[in-house]
């Protein structure tokens, strides 16, 4: 996948690095390519050059979507996965006033969007759920979800979100259930249905 992005560094100064750059990741690692406006005598004549050269990097370099009847990888599991299930791991953050205690989780991670764009974390704390059962928990977020998605219905995604976990969304109780990054994601979600 590669994009346009632009770069002005430092902002409102005519000195640094200002021109449009494409970015992309291919089969061997990441690529970009700066169009300066200096360069290519101002910005839209740097942006034409940055689009051409886009659409000449895709040809060649080709990628590799998921359908988007299926937003995410059904593949082997990696040797790193302790859950014996895709998209649920187990990880530990520092504690937010506490840094040297640790808080243990198990998550569960989830793609949204019609090619797997937007991605949450479900977490289930440890300490409130035991090991055993935070486990079972988001194996069995993780799961609900891939039968939603492989229904391959807005209907049925709509559902998993409203019917089985709209309600443990937001919890403000410290140390439970916690959406990363999530904020206005949910409008989002909720206006793509």
């Not at 970009?32 to 886009?54: H, I, M, N, R, V």
Request: proline share 5%; with cysteine; aromatic share 14%.
């Amino acid at each position: 996948m590669a994009y346009i992005v632009r770069l002005d560094k430092p902002k409102n100064s005519p000195h640094g690095t200002h021109g449009w750059q494409v970015r992309g990741r291919g089969k061997r690692g990441y690529h970009s390519k700066l169009f300066s406006d200096g360069q290519y005598g101002g910005s839209e004549p740097a942006l034409a050059a940055a689009k051409a050269y886009l659409q000449g990097y895709e040809e060649s370099h080709p990628a590799q979507r998921v359908p988007s009847n299926q937003p995410y990888h059904q593949g082997k599991l990696l040797s790193s996965n302790t859950s014996g299930v895709q998209g649920v791991y187990y990880t530990k953050y520092p504690h937010r006033w506490d840094k040297e205690r640790l808080v243990e989780y198990w998550c569960a991670f989830i793609p949204i969007g019609p090619e797997g764009q937007k991605r949450y974390h479900k977490k289930f704390n440890i300490e409130r759920y035991g090991y055993k059962e935070a486990r079972r928990l988001a194996i069995e977020f993780r799961q609900e979800w891939e039968r939603a998605v492989k229904q391959g219905s807005e209907k049925a995604l709509e559902e998993f979100f409203e019917e089985y976990h709209y309600s443990r969304l937001i919890d403000t109780s410290f140390g439970s259930e916690e959406w990363d990054t999530f904020g206005e994601g949910l409008l989002e979600i909720e206006a793509s249905l």
